[in-house]
């Protein structure tokens, strides 16, 4: 299994507070994703890197904000928790050697409940 | 728009083949990815479809028709620990993945 961990597993806070998601990898992998999921939408991005500092919005990255300032960890912060972030999210890594059949290897998720 | 379609649940008896079918409209293709993910785990890859055709590993197969948007994962011998949803995932350029909702599958004895 690809060496991946994310923190907290399991977190509950309330509207308006900040909250930052930590996911860290020990394989050297170049590219780091964030995803959400909820029932009935699958996994939907939010924000992945190619590399230390350079990073891009998905499809779902408002309300969001990532930074990445070593290889090995990628930081996902809402800034004001709102009800709608309540979900698992879960953090991707994929070693970017190869578009198109880069397998991406996942985190065991992080639990968010927003009250 | 973007789009993956599959089927939310199927139920399948234990020793049987399972077909779970997946359509998708996206606006660029580089390959179509199944991964499986038990209830409260991490999605962990099944197969890579790249080539129209079927790619067999093990008690697992999947096929793909690019011209059609088309793959279905095929599970032989069915056991109980293949209860799991299954999410069809397409490249659609560089390192860009878009999910399908998942199936769910319940394999009873």
Not at chain 1, 84 to 113: E, H, K, M, W
Not at chain 2, 40 to 50: C, I, M, R
Not at chain 2, 63 to 73: P, T
Request: net charge neutral; charged share 20%; hydrophobic share 30%.
């Amino acid at each position: 299994d690809a060496g991946i961990t994310q923190s907290p597993r399991h977190k509950v806070t309330e509207t308006g507070t900040p909250v930052t998601l930590r996911c860290h990898q020990t394989e050297n992998h170049r590219y780091m994703y964030w995803y959400r999921q909820d029932p009935g939408h699958g996994l939907r991005l939010i924000h992945y890197s190619y590399g230390v500092k350079d990073t891009d919005k998905g499809e779902v990255s408002d309300g969001y904000s990532v930074s990445r300032s070593k290889t090995e960890d990628f930081l996902l912060t809402l800034e004001s928790a709102t009800s709608s972030q309540t979900s698992v999210y879960f953090c991707a890594i994929s070693p970017g050697t190869a578009a198109g059949r880069d397998t991406q290897y996942f985190g065991p998720g992080t639990r968010l409940t927003v009250l | 728009g973007q789009n993956i379609d599959q089927p939310t649940e199927m139920t399948a008896t234990e020793g049987a083949i399972v077909q779970i079918n997946c359509t998708y409209q996206t606006s660029g293709f580089n390959g179509l990815f199944w991964y499986q993910q038990h209830a409260g785990e991490a999605p962990t890859f099944l197969s890579y479809n790249v080539l129209d055709g079927l790619e067999e590993k093990g008690r697992f197969s999947s096929f793909l028709s690019r011209s059609k948007g088309y793959s279905y994962l095929l599970l032989k011998e069915l056991q109980m620990k293949d209860s799991a949803s299954y999410l069809c995932a397409v490249n659609t350029g560089g390192f860009k993945t878009i999910f399908g909702a998942g199936t769910r599958l319940f394999v009873k004895a």
